[in-house]
């Protein structure tokens, strides 16, 4: 269990205190005791019996936060009190809305927004397609595709269940990009499925981002959406990865002063993100990366576990064919990327890897190997994380990368567009954030999607994707 104190584990309580200077006492007492964090703490009235409290915390699980709970509201002095769960309360109702451009406020505003105007509007699309980029919402809307069949952190869950993270997705993409997105978690049994429902969907939107994909059908479903679609189409959890990713990479290599191209790369877990990471980095200028999953290095071979994509990337990786597992392979490393689950890099293992290591440890919520247990020895670390530093976050890039694409109505998101997105993010760090070991900066950088957008879009001119 993470010991790491969390925004998402913040609780709320309000308590009807018995008013005497002891059990305010108490209560501060008790929260130090329970192991929570306070954040604030405040009186909202009182009168000559009582005195009305708000507590906010930050635990580190929910079993954490309501054990605290059950001990302040045990204790003596307390008449009453209310504990809310604070995160579980911002998605009361949902995270979105439909906001309209246009009001209707009078009999001329309805003529003109609906019918008898709107039918103007629908004949100049009928006869001009493309103008639905102009007349419509679909120049600047993006539908969040997923079937929960691999929601972050959670596995298969189904499309249910996965709504709050796509519903948090159209957040980020309007919050960081000015882009209007929309939720479509599709109940389907087969990529077939999936593919079809998103064609039929298509004319609605500008592009397309999939999202929680399980691998290999995420790779089936973007590489058929791709063929048949003219808007662009972009797996985040692959590609978005990998941008950013390797971003953090860039400036991993000023400061270590190791060259790409004689890397020895390690990559632990080998799913829909680790294929995408490990394509990119070659196309960045890596030479050797091993590719690891469950079974150990992923070669030319062999037989356990593999698939179609293991089978064509044992073609294209691992060139020396090293065999055995992580703990083996990972002999003389220069960088190790994880894509796997907690704990799955040891400290002795790191010590096995070449002086300075670099390690990106992206398991969430809990990292391959926390940052405190290698916190003294000589090397670069980023995670998934927000409460740690250099977290290696999507949110730096598909915002940025829909925006430029959008901007420039490209019919794809090419290889050009994501190298110059990685590089527009390395290239937020400046020189003395590099020389404290900042490599990436942070979700909340000013202008960090506007920078990603305008570089984007250069490329999306310079390689001929570009439709304005």
Not at 1 to 24: G, P
Not at 310 to 315: S, T, V
Request: hydrophobic fraction near 45%; charge should be negative.
């Amino acid at each position: 269990m993470s010991t790491h104190f969390s925004a998402s584990y913040s609780f709320t309580m309000d308590i009807r205190l018995e008013k005497k200077q002891e059990n305010r006492v108490r209560l501060l007492e008790t929260l130090g005791r329970e192991g929570a964090r306070l954040i604030q703490f405040f009186r909202m009235g009182d009168n000559m019996e009582a005195e009305e409290i708000t507590i906010e915390f930050y635990a580190t699980s929910v079993e954490h936060g309501e054990k605290v709970v059950a001990a302040l509201q045990d204790l003596p002095g307390v008449l009453e009190s209310w504990a809310t769960d604070t995160t579980m309360a911002i998605h009361d109702g949902g995270k979105l809305e439909i906001s309209p451009t246009s009001s209707v406020d009078n009999a001329d505003e309805l003529a003109m927004a609906y019918t008898p105007g709107v039918a103007r509007v629908c004949q100049e699309i009928h006869k001009n397609p493309e103008r639905a980029f102009d007349l419509t919402i679909r120049q600047n809307c993006v539908a969040v595709v997923s079937d929960g069949t691999a929601v972050l952190g959670l596995g298969n869950i189904g499309p249910l269940a996965a709504m709050p993270v796509m519903e948090g997705k159209a957040v980020l993409f309007k919050a960081f990009g000015r882009v209007d997105a929309f939720p479509l978690c599709v109940k389907t049994k087969t990529p077939e499925e999936l593919i079809d429902f998103v064609e039929k969907v298509a004319p609605s939107f500008g592009g397309i981002n999939l999202e929680d994909i399980a691998a290999p059908a995420c790779f089936q479903v973007e590489q058929e959406l791709k063929k048949r679609l003219d808007i662009p189409v972009f797996h985040d959890d692959q590609h978005g990865t990998a941008v950013v990713a390797l971003a953090a990479l860039l400036n991993s290599l000023k400061l270590s002063g190791k060259k790409i191209g004689e890397l020895k790369m390690v990559i632990n877990g080998f799913g829909a993100a680790g294929v995408a990471c490990a394509k990119m980095f070659a196309e960045a200028g890596v030479k050797n990366i091993i590719p690891c999953d469950r079974a150990g290095a992923i070669y030319r071979g062999r037989t356990q576990g593999m698939n179609s994509v293991k089978e064509e990337c044992a073609q294209i990786f691992n060139p020396n064919n090293e065999q055995g597992s992580l703990s083996e392979v990972i002999q003389g490393a220069d960088i190790f990327i994880g894509l796997s689950g907690p704990g799955t890099l040891k400290r002795e293992d790191v010590l096995k890897m070449a002086p300075k290591p670099i390690i990106f440890a992206m398991a969430n919520p809990i990292p391959e190997i926390l940052p405190e247990e290698i916190a003294d020895l000589d090397c670069l670390i980023a995670t998934g994380r927000s409460d740690y530093p250099n977290q290696i976050n999507n949110v730096l890039c598909f915002p940025g990368i829909f925006r430029g694409a959008l901007d420039c109505r490209a019919s794809d998101i090419n290889e050009a567009m994501k190298l110059a997105a990685a590089q527009a993010i390395a290239d937020c760090v400046d020189d003395e954030q590099l020389a404290q070991g900042i490599i990436i900066p942070s979700a909340f950088h000013p202008g960090v999607a506007d920078f990603v957008a305008e570089r984007v879009e250069q490329a999306a001119r310079d390689s001929g994707v570009a439709r304005i």
